[in-house]
């Protein structure tokens, strides 16, 4: 072929077919192309903010390109992109976290931070993101950040980690957890500093809220929200997909996780001490709250237990009178006993999914648990029903029969609604006594119109928002 322009050759082609034997002149064959056209998955700037030309992206690419073949040169990095001893914005707000921000110096002096551009191209990384399993902060080059945005966007990333948001998520979805989280942390640090001209998720009406209620927000408009971006793209979140759950619970996953929790408890304490400035109110107490150790699943159920039903209160009754004394045996003493009628209606209902989905392990161990719990609260039975795609009454069982060896019926389908309709119409059980559903999760919506509690195993979420209270159970 003559020496042409791309333009011509490709109106000569267009318009006279390319002969079969060009097909093959390509470094990727027949089936590829070596150019990669397809349209970028997010925009670089977003929400209103200010876009930079193609020209003064090119110009700072070639920049950081001369500098990086010169420091190659000189021997101060071995590959283009790593050299960590170039002063770049994100490294200054990296060393002023260290040197002057005691709440979040320790973190931001463990996370490695990359500033590769490959490394980002690859993970669809369009300004920032963070792996607290890597322990990896990643800020994308070309975004321009200026220092002060850098520290912005660099304790955004910090927070999500420090703050345990990879696992508070317990089954819901992640992008969405990772928007609503997006939006407490945003409100928190639009508070102490100028918010940056990169684009954010920030919204005033929900001041004030935990990331909990705002996931329980943005989840009845999803149209909406599947659309929203963070840092690190529209439709990505910037927590870098974390490890199981179960990985957590090992030692390696718990010692990570406590030396973050310290680390957060740690730098507040040094930052009042140090009178680094003020912070917000809902920040410090998510802060403490965190310092806790969090309850576990049984003594949560205690404490609903002991809420539904209080301790009996004693009478003195001569109906059955204690031995007599010998210094005075003519003087009866009465006895303490329970109330009369005190135990009646003191029961509960208990609706427990059977499907072939259920752990038997784990329905074993929340049987036993309801088993001893009832024995010490004076509950002299409980109503079982057991539900797959049909209900199956067990009638009233004692906490020493739930104990033991209970035949299970069902392992079918999940259909939990007749379970609680037959409960709830049952004229022989009480119209105020509550009801405890036991399932995994993978259930349709059901509607219950009394007290009643939800115990689901850990990293489950149920299709709906609940109304009563949800207890998470995991085998120790």
């Known amino acids: 072929l003559p020496a042409r322009t791309e333009e011509t050759l490709f109106r000569h082609f267009c318009e006279q077919g390319m002969a079969a034997d060009l097909a093959s002149y390509s470094v990727t064959g027949t089936s590829f192309t070596d150019m990669i056209q397809s349209p970028p998955k997010s925009p670089r700037y977003s929400y209103g903010a200010a876009r930079e030309t193609w020209e003064q992206i090119f110009g700072h690419a070639l920049v950081q390109a001369v500098s990086s073949a ?87 990333e910090l927070l999500h980690v420090a703050l345990r948001h990879s696992m508070r998520c317990r089954g819901r979805d992640p992008f969405l957890w990772n928007v609503a989280c997006d939006f407490v ?92 400035g003020l912070l917000p109110a809902a920040l410090i107490e998510e802060i403490r709250a965190l310092s806790q150790p969090p309850i576990p699943w049984e003594v949560e159920l205690a404490r609903w237990f002991d809420d539904c039903f209080p301790p009996l209160e ?37 609706v427990l999914d059977t499907s072939g989905s259920m752990d038997r392990l784990l329905l074993g ?54 379970g609680i309709d037959l409960l709830e119409r049952a004229v022989d059980f009480p119209k105020s006594g509550p009801i405890l559903i036991i399932t995994d999760g993978f259930c349709d919506h059901f509607h219950v119109h009394r007290e009643h509690a939800i115990l689901l195993p850990e990293g489950r979420a149920l299709p709906f928002t609940p109304q009563g209270k949800v207890f998470r159970f995991r085998r120790p």
């Open 70 to 156: 010169i420091s190659i040169a000189g021997g101060a990095e071995p590959v283009g992109g790593q050299n960590r001893k170039r002063s770049t914005a994100a490294q200054r707000a990296r060393d002023w976290f260290v040197s002057s921000y005691p709440l979040l110096g320790a973190l931001a002096a463990t996370f490695e931070l990359i500033e590769e551009p490959t490394i980002c191209g690859r993970l669809q990384i369009s300004i920032a993101a963070v792996s607290d399993y890597g322990k990896e902060v990643y800020v994308h080059p070309a975004a321009g950040l200026t220092e002060a945005e850098c520290r912005f966007v660099m304790a955004h």
């Open 365 to 418: 161990d929340c049987l036993g648990a309801i088993a001893s719990y009832s024995e010490s609260r004076d509950v002299p039975a409980a109503r079982v029903v057991f539900c797959d795609a049909f209900a199956y009454d067990a009638g009233y069982m004692q906490p020493g029969d739930i104990a033991g060896r209970v035949k299970v019926r069902g392992r079918g389908g999940t259909v939990l609604q007749p």
């Open 314 to 350: 004693k009478v003195r009754s001569y109906a059955r009178p204690s031995r007599r004394q010998s210094s005075t045996p003519d003087i009866p003493r009465p006895r303490h006993l329970p109330a009369p009628l005190a135990l009646d209606g003191r029961t509960f209902g208990v």
């Open 185 to 276: 942390i945003n409100e928190w640090l639009a508070e102490m500093r100028t918010v940056p001209q990169v684009g954010l998720l920030l919204d005033h009406s929900l001041k004030g809220l935990s990331a909990e209620a705002v996931y329980d927000r943005i989840v009845t408009d999803l149209r909406r929200f599947r659309r929203m971006g963070t840092f690190r793209g529209i439709g990505l979140g910037d927590i870098l997909d974390a490890p199981s759950a179960s990985w957590w619970a090992t030692q390696a996953g718990r010692d990570l996780d406590a030396f973050y929790r310290n680390c957060l408890a740690q730098g507040l304490l040094y930052h009042h001490e140090q009178g680094r």
